[in-house]
C-alpha cells in the first residue's frame, strides 16, 4: 500500500498548536493492517463496531455522497479508535476504516525561488489559517504585482497537510472556469456525462463534502460573472425568462474549507468576501525587489552595481513582475543594471527603445502558458474592462497617459471629463448597456461630479489610480508609470491613431485651460500643474497642437523665471522656440518673444557667450519686425547691455542703458515698471566702474517708485531693497547696509521662498558681512 509522505515543518507545527489534529495526524500506521478480528452490527441507525483480534485491512476509497450526516472522515474513525480502545459507537449508517485521499489541481509547481514578502504572506496566515471552519479571503491589485504568485506559495504551504485538498481554478470568465471545473471533477472520479449546471453543481457539492480543503479562484477580475453589480432577472420582472445562474453558485462553502480569491478589482472586498478581507498586493519594498533583481537574474549585485541596480528598481518603480522581467532579459543577455537602465530612458516621446524593452516576455513556468507577461500587454484585459465598464473612466485613463503619472490635480481630471463632455452626444451608451447624458447640458452640475466620480472610483478599483496624502483640500491622484507606458503602447499602434491624436490634443487642452496667468499670488496654482504642462507640450506634434502647446509653455516660462529654476527653463524655452518658428516663421513676434526668452535662460545659467549671440539676434529681428521705438525692441536693448555688464563691459553695457532709460521715459513714462528697470540697470553699472555716490542716489529713486508702483513685497522692490543696502556697503555705510540687507531677506523668505537664487544670494552677503542669519530672519 502507498503511504503518505512524512509530515513537513509547516504541518508539524499546525499539529503542534492543535492537540487534535496532532492526534489524528501524527502516525500513519492506523491506514496500515490491524491485528485481531472485526464485527459491525446495527440497531436502527446506530451502528457498533468491534475491533476484536486478527488480520484488518483499511479500505482504499473515496468519499460517497449520502442522505444526511452520513459521511464519516478517516480521521474521526482514528480518533474514536484511539479514545475507545478498540470499541466505537457512531449513529451514522456508514463507516470507514480508510481516509479518502487528499485530491490536488494546482497547474503550476512550486516555485521555489519566491520571494519571503512578509508583510503580505504574514496577512493571508493571519487571515486564512488552517481551520476547521469555512473562510475566505482576497488579494487584490494591479496585474502584474504578484498576487498569483502569493497564492501558489499559499497553496503549497497548505498542502503539507496530507488531508487538505487543494484545487486551482482559472476565474477569468465562463469559459476557463468550466474547462477547470471538468479537470477537477475527473480527478474527483465524477460521472464523465455531466456538463453545463450540473457538472458545475457536482463539483460544488462534492468539494463542500470533504473535511479539509482550499480552493484558489485565481483572476477573477471580471466580478459580474460572480453577480456582483448584477441585477436579478426572472419572471418576477416581467421578463418571461429564466434566472441565470451567476459563477458565485457554484463556488463551494462547506464548513471546513478554504476560499481564496485573487482579483485586480479593488471592489472584491466587499463583495465576494468581507470589507476587511481582501489584502492590497502592490509594490516590493526595496528589500524585496532587489532579492527578486537577484534571484532571477541568479547572480548577487555587488557593490559596484548596487547604486545602479537601485536606480533599476525605482525606475521599474519596485514591481514585481517589471522586475523579474527585467532580471531574466539581464541573465539571459548578460545585460549591467547600468546598461538595462539606458534601454528604458525617456529621450523623446515615443519611446520605442524603453517600450521595445518593456516589451520583452520571458518564460515563466509559474504562469499560464498563452498569456503574455509582457509589462506594455499584461493590462489591456483590465483596459477593456474598464471600457465595458465606464467609458469616462477608460477615456479619462487616456488622457493622463499624455500627462506626468505623478502629483495628478483632481482638477485636471475634472477639466479633461468637461472636454469629453463637450466632444460626445447627448444619451451615449456606457459600457453597462445604459445611456447617460453626459454633454454640457446635463440635468445638472452634480450628475456631471457623479458621473466623473465614479469614473476616478472605477480607475482605483482597479489599481490605475491611487489617491495621494495631500495637506488641506486639494486632491491629488498619481499613475502607476507603468501603467502609462502601457496606456501609450497601445495607443501608438496604427489602428489606433485616432484615438493617440484625439487623447492627447484633450491633455493639452485640459491643461492650457487651467495654467493661471503670470501673477505672484498664483504661484501655487501654477506650481500644480506646471509638469503636466511641460508633459502635455511634449506630445503636441502628435495632435498638430503647437501653436496652443507654444502659448502654454510660454507661460510655464514665465512662471519657472519668476520662481529663479532655470535649468528647468531651458528646455522649456526651447521646445516653445521649435513649435513657434516651425509654424508661425522666424520673424513672427511670438518666434521672437521665445528666442529672447531662451536667451534670458542661458544669461541666467552663466552662458553669456551663447545668450549674447541670440540677443544679438533678437534685436535685429526687432528693429526690423517692429521698429526702432516699440517696447520690445527698447528690451532687447536692455537685454543686450545686461550681458555686456555681466562680462564685464562696463562702458558698452553703460552706453546702451543710458539710451534705453530716454527712449523709455519717452515711450513708456517715467513710472512704468521697465523705467524703474532701466535707472535701476544705470545705477549697477555705475557701481560696478567704482563710481558710488551717483548709483546710490538712483537706486534711492528707483526704491521709492517701486514701493509707491509696485508695492512693498513685489520681488523688483526687494531687489531694489537688496541693490541699496550692497550700494550703502561699499560706500562704508555698514549698519544702514546691515540693516536693509536683514529687512530684505526676511521679506525674500516670506514672498520668494528659501531656495530662490536672489533669496539665497542676500543670505550669503550677509554672511559674508559677518551677521547672523538667524538674528537677521528674526
Same mark, same amino acid.
Given at each position: 500500500?502507498?503511504?503518505?509522505?512524512?509530515?513537513?515543518?509547516?504541518?508539524?507545527?499546525?499539529?503542534?498548536?492543535?492537540?487534535?489534529?496532532?492526534?489524528?495526524?501524527?502516525?500513519?500506521?492506523?491506514?496500515?493492517?490491524?491485528?485481531?478480528?472485526?464485527?459491525?452490527?446495527?440497531?436502527?441507525?446506530?451502528?457498533?463496531?468491534?475491533?476484536?483480534?486478527?488480520?484488518?485491512?483499511?479500505?482504499?476509497?473515496?468519499?460517497?455522497?449520502?442522505?444526511?450526516?452520513?459521511?464519516?472522515?478517516?480521521?474521526?474513525?482514528?480518533?474514536?479508535?484511539?479514545?475507545?480502545?478498540?470499541?466505537?459507537?457512531?449513529?451514522?449508517?456508514?463507516?470507514?476504516?480508510?481516509?479518502?485521499?487528499?485530491?490536488?489541481?494546482?497547474?503550476?509547481?512550486?516555485?521555489?525561488?519566491?520571494?519571503?514578502?512578509?508583510?503580505?504572506?504574514?496577512?493571508?496566515?493571519?487571515?486564512?489559517?488552517?481551520?476547521?471552519?469555512?473562510?475566505?479571503?482576497?488579494?487584490?491589485?494591479?496585474?502584474?504585482?504578484?498576487?498569483?504568485?502569493?497564492?501558489?506559495?499559499?497553496?503549497?504551504?497548505?498542502?503539507?497537510?496530507?488531508?487538505?485538498?487543494?484545487?486551482?481554478?482559472?476565474?477569468?470568465?465562463?469559459?476557463?472556469?468550466?474547462?477547470?471545473?471538468k479537470a477537477i471533477a475527473k480527478r474527483l472520479g465524477l460521472a464523465g456525462g455531466l456538463d453545463g449546471p450540473e457538472l458545475l453543481t457536482a463539483v460544488r457539492e462534492r468539494i463542500e463534502a470533504g473535511s479539509c480543503w482550499l480552493l484558489i479562484l485565481d483572476n477573477a477580475d471580471n466580478l459580474a460573472a460572480f453577480g456582483v453589480g448584477r441585477t436579478q432577472s426572472g419572471k418576477g420582472q416581467g421578463r418571461g425568462v429564466e434566472e441565470k445562474h451567476s459563477l458565485y453558485d457554484f463556488v463551494p462553502r462547506g464548513s471546513a474549507g478554504t476560499v481564496l480569491w485573487t482579483s485586480r478589482d479593488k471592489r472584491i472586498g466587499g463583495s465576494l468576501v468581507g470589507a476587511k478581507r481582501a489584502i492590497n498586493v502592490a509594490r516590493m519594498t526595496d528589500a524585496e525587489a532587489m532579492a527578486l533583481l537577484e534571484t532571477v537574474g541568479n547572480k548577487k549585485i555587488g557593490e559596484g552595481e548596487r547604486d545602479g541596480a537601485a536606480q533599476l528598481l525605482a525606475e521599474l518603480d519596485w514591481f514585481p513582475l517589471a522586475v523579474s522581467q527585467a532580471a531574466a532579459y539581464m541573465q539571459r543577455t548578460?545585460?549591467?543594471?547600468?546598461?538595462?537602465?539606458?534601454?528604458?530612458?525617456?529621450?523623446?516621446?515615443?519611446?520605442?527603445?524603453?517600450?521595445?524593452?518593456?516589451?520583452?516576455?520571458?518564460?515563466?513556468?509559474?504562469?499560464?502558458?498563452?498569456?503574455?507577461?509582457?509589462?506594455?500587454?499584461?493590462?489591456?484585459?483590465?483596459?477593456?474592462?474598464?471600457?465595458?465598464?465606464?467609458?469616462?473612466?477608460?477615456?479619462?485613463?487616456?488622457?493622463?497617459?499624455?500627462?506626468?503619472?505623478?502629483?495628478?490635480?483632481?482638477?485636471?481630471?475634472?477639466?479633461?471629463?468637461?472636454?469629453?463632455?463637450?466632444?460626445?452626444?447627448?444619451?451615449?451608451?456606457?459600457?453597462?448597456?445604459?445611456?447617460?447624458?453626459?454633454?454640457?447640458?446635463?440635468?445638472?452640475?452634480?450628475?456631471?461630479?457623479?458621473?466623473?466620480?465614479?469614473?476616478?472610483?472605477?480607475?482605483?478599483?482597479?489599481?490605475?489610480?491611487?489617491?495621494?496624502?495631500?495637506?488641506?483640500?486639494?486632491?491629488?491622484?498619481?499613475?502607476?508609470?507603468?501603467?502609462?507606458?502601457?496606456?501609450?503602447?497601445?495607443?501608438?499602434?496604427?489602428?489606433?491613431?485616432?484615438?493617440?491624436?484625439?487623447?492627447?490634443?484633450?491633455?493639452?487642452?485640459?491643461?492650457?485651460?487651467?495654467?493661471?496667468?503670470?501673477?505672484?499670488?498664483?504661484?501655487?496654482?501654477?506650481?500644480?500643474?506646471?509638469?503636466?504642462?511641460?508633459?502635455?507640450?511634449?506630445?503636441?506634434?502628435?495632435?498638430?497642437?503647437?501653436?496652443?502647446?507654444?502659448?502654454?509653455?510660454?507661460?510655464?516660462?514665465?512662471?519657472?523665471?519668476?520662481?529663479?529654476?532655470?535649468?528647468?527653463?531651458?528646455?522649456?524655452?526651447?521646445?516653445?522656440?521649435?513649435?513657434?518658428?516651425?509654424?508661425?516663421?522666424?520673424?513672427?513676434?511670438?518666434?521672437?518673444?521665445?528666442?529672447?526668452?531662451?536667451?534670458? /535662460?542661458? %544669461?541666467?545659467? *552663466? =552662458?553669456? +557667450? @551663447?545668450? $549674447?549671440?541670440?540677443? &544679438? !539676434?533678437?534685436?535685429?529681428? #526687432?528693429?526690423?519686425?517692429?521698429?526702432?521705438?516699440?517696447?520690445?525692441?527698447?528690451?532687447?536693448?536692455?537685454?543686450?547691455?545686461? /550681458?555686456? %555688464?555681466?562680462? *564685464? =563691459?562696463? +562702458? @558698452?553695457? $553703460?552706453?546702451?542703458? &543710458? !539710451?534705453?532709460?530716454?527712449? #523709455?521715459?519717452?515711450?513708456?513714462?517715467?513710472?512704468?515698471?521697465?523705467?524703474?528697470?532701466?535707472?535701476?540697470?544705470?545705477?549697477? /553699472?555705475? %557701481?560696478?566702474? *567704482? =563710481?558710488? +555716490? @551717483?548709483? $546710490?542716489?538712483?537706486? &534711492? !529713486?528707483?526704491?521709492?517708485? #517701486?514701493?509707491?508702483?509696485?508695492?512693498?513685497?513685489?520681488?523688483?522692490?526687494?531687489?531694489?531693497?537688496?541693490?541699496?543696502?550692497? /550700494?550703502?556697503?561699499?560706500?562704508? =555705510?555698514?549698519? @544702514?547696509?546691515?540693516?536693509?540687507?536683514? !529687512?530684505?531677506?526676511?521679506?525674500?523668505?516670506?514672498?520668494?521662498?528659501?531656495?530662490?537664487?536672489?533669496?539665497?544670494?542676500?543670505?550669503?552677503?550677509?554672511?559674508?558681512?559677518?551677521?547672523?542669519?538667524?538674528?537677521?530672519?528674526?
Amino acid at each position: 500500500m502507498k503511504r503518505l509522505l512524512p509530515l513537513q515543518k509547516a504541518a508539524d507545527i499546525d499539529a503542534a498548536e492543535n492537540p487534535r489534529k496532532k492526534l489524528l495526524l501524527s502516525n500513519d500506521r492506523d491506514r496500515d493492517e490491524q491485528p485481531g478480528t472485526a464485527s459491525q452490527h446495527g440497531d436502527g441507525n446506530r451502528q457498533f463496531n468491534n475491533f476484536g483480534t486478527g488480520p484488518q485491512k483499511n479500505v482504499d476509497g473515496n468519499y460517497f455522497e449520502a442522505k444526511g450526516n452520513q459521511n464519516i472522515a478517516y480521521l474521526e474513525t482514528v480518533l474514536r479508535i484511539k479514545l475507545t480502545q478498540g470499541f466505537i459507537v457512531t449513529n451514522i449508517k456508514h463507516s470507514y476504516a480508510e481516509r479518502p485521499r487528499a485530491c490536488r489541481v494546482i497547474p503550476f509547481p512550486r516555485n521555489e525561488d519566491v520571494i519571503n514578502r512578509a508583510h503580505i504572506f504574514n496577512q493571508l496566515d493571519a487571515l486564512l489559517p488552517p481551520t476547521s471552519e469555512y473562510q475566505s479571503g482576497a488579494l487584490w491589485g494591479l496585474g502584474g504585482s504578484g498576487k498569483t504568485q502569493v497564492a501558489l506559495e499559499y497553496a503549497y504551504r497548505r498542502s503539507r497537510d496530507p488531508a487538505c485538498s487543494v484545487f486551482w481554478v482559472h476565474a477569468d470568465n465562463e469559459t476557463t472556469f468550466t474547462q477547470d471545473y471538468k479537470a477537477i471533477a475527473k480527478r474527483l472520479g465524477l460521472a464523465g456525462g455531466l456538463d453545463g449546471p450540473e457538472l458545475l453543481t457536482a463539483v460544488r457539492e462534492r468539494i463542500e463534502a470533504g473535511s479539509c480543503w482550499l480552493l484558489i479562484l485565481d483572476n477573477a477580475d471580471n466580478l459580474a460573472a460572480f453577480g456582483v453589480g448584477r441585477t436579478q432577472s426572472g419572471k418576477g420582472q416581467g421578463r418571461g425568462v429564466e434566472e441565470k445562474h451567476s459563477l458565485y453558485d457554484f463556488v463551494p462553502r462547506g464548513s471546513a474549507g478554504t476560499v481564496l480569491w485573487t482579483s485586480r478589482d479593488k471592489r472584491i472586498g466587499g463583495s465576494l468576501v468581507g470589507a476587511k478581507r481582501a489584502i492590497n498586493v502592490a509594490r516590493m519594498t526595496d528589500a524585496e525587489a532587489m532579492a527578486l533583481l537577484e534571484t532571477v537574474g541568479n547572480k548577487k549585485i555587488g557593490e559596484g552595481e548596487r547604486d545602479g541596480a537601485a536606480q533599476l528598481l525605482a525606475e521599474l518603480d519596485w514591481f514585481p513582475l517589471a522586475v523579474s522581467q527585467a532580471a531574466a532579459y539581464m541573465q539571459r543577455t548578460s545585460t549591467t543594471p547600468n546598461a538595462y537602465l539606458l534601454k528604458l530612458a525617456r529621450r523623446k516621446t515615443r519611446c520605442k527603445t524603453r517600450w521595445k524593452t518593456l516589451q520583452q516576455s520571458e518564460f515563466d513556468r509559474h504562469r499560464r502558458a498563452g498569456l503574455s507577461n509582457s509589462i506594455l500587454e499584461t493590462w489591456d484585459l483590465s483596459m477593456e474592462q474598464i471600457r465595458q465598464e465606464n467609458e469616462m473612466a477608460y477615456d479619462i485613463l487616456h488622457v493622463l497617459a499624455f500627462l506626468d503619472s505623478q502629483n495628478i490635480p483632481l482638477e485636471i481630471m475634472i477639466q479633461a471629463a468637461a472636454a469629453l463632455r463637450d466632444e460626445k452626444p447627448t444619451g451615449d451608451r456606457q459600457g453597462d448597456g445604459s445611456t447617460r447624458s453626459i454633454s454640457s447640458g446635463s440635468d445638472s452640475e452634480d450628475d456631471d461630479n457623479e458621473v466623473l466620480h465614479a469614473a476616478i472610483q472605477v480607475l482605483q478599483e482597479f489599481s490605475f489610480l491611487h489617491l495621494r496624502a495631500s495637506e488641506g483640500t486639494s486632491r491629488a491622484y498619481e499613475m502607476h508609470k507603468l501603467v502609462q507606458d502601457a496606456t501609450q503602447y497601445a495607443l501608438s499602434r496604427r489602428d489606433r491613431r485616432e484615438d493617440e491624436v484625439r487623447f492627447s490634443k484633450l491633455a493639452l487642452r485640459a491643461v492650457t485651460d487651467l495654467f493661471p496667468e503670470r501673477r505672484r499670488e498664483l504661484w501655487g496654482e501654477c506650481e500644480k500643474y506646471v509638469v503636466h504642462a511641460q508633459r502635455a507640450g511634449e506630445w503636441a506634434e502628435l495632435c498638430e497642437g503647437e501653436i496652443e502647446a507654444s502659448g502654454l509653455l510660454s507661460r510655464v516660462s514665465d512662471y519657472l523665471y519668476d520662481r529663479g529654476r532655470w535649468r528647468e527653463k531651458e528646455p522649456v524655452d526651447k521646445r516653445a522656440y521649435e513649435f513657434r518658428r516651425k509654424r508661425l516663421g522666424e520673424k513672427h513676434p511670438d518666434t521672437i518673444r521665445s528666442m529672447a526668452s531662451l536667451a534670458d /535662460t542661458y %544669461h541666467a545659467q *552663466g =552662458r553669456y +557667450e @551663447e545668450a $549674447e549671440k541670440i540677443k &544679438v !539676434e533678437v534685436l535685429a529681428l #526687432r528693429r526690423d519686425v517692429l521698429g526702432e521705438k516699440h517696447p520690445d525692441t527698447i528690451r532687447s536693448m536692455a537685454d543686450l547691455a545686461r /550681458t555686456y %555688464h555681466a562680462q *564685464g =563691459r562696463y +562702458e @558698452e553695457a $553703460e552706453k546702451i542703458f &543710458v !539710451e534705453v532709460l530716454a527712449l #523709455r521715459r519717452d515711450v513708456l513714462g517715467e513710472t512704468h515698471p521697465d523705467t524703474i528697470w532701466s535707472m535701476a540697470d544705470l545705477a549697477a /553699472t555705475y %557701481h560696478n566702474q *567704482g =563710481r558710488y +555716490e @551717483e548709483p $546710490e542716489k538712483i537706486f &534711492v !529713486e528707483v526704491l521709492a517708485l #517701486r514701493r509707491d508702483v509696485l508695492g512693498e513685497k513685489h520681488p523688483d522692490t526687494l531687489q531694489a531693497m537688496h541693490d541699496l543696502a550692497v /550700494t550703502w556697503n561699499s560706500r562704508q =555705510r555698514c549698519p @544702514e547696509a546691515l540693516d536693509m540687507m536683514q !529687512e530684505c531677506l526676511k521679506l525674500q523668505y516670506k514672498v520668494l521662498g528659501q531656495s530662490h537664487p536672489s533669496t539665497r544670494r542676500s543670505s550669503r552677503i550677509l554672511n559674508s558681512w559677518g551677521a547672523d542669519r538667524k538674528t537677521a530672519l528674526g
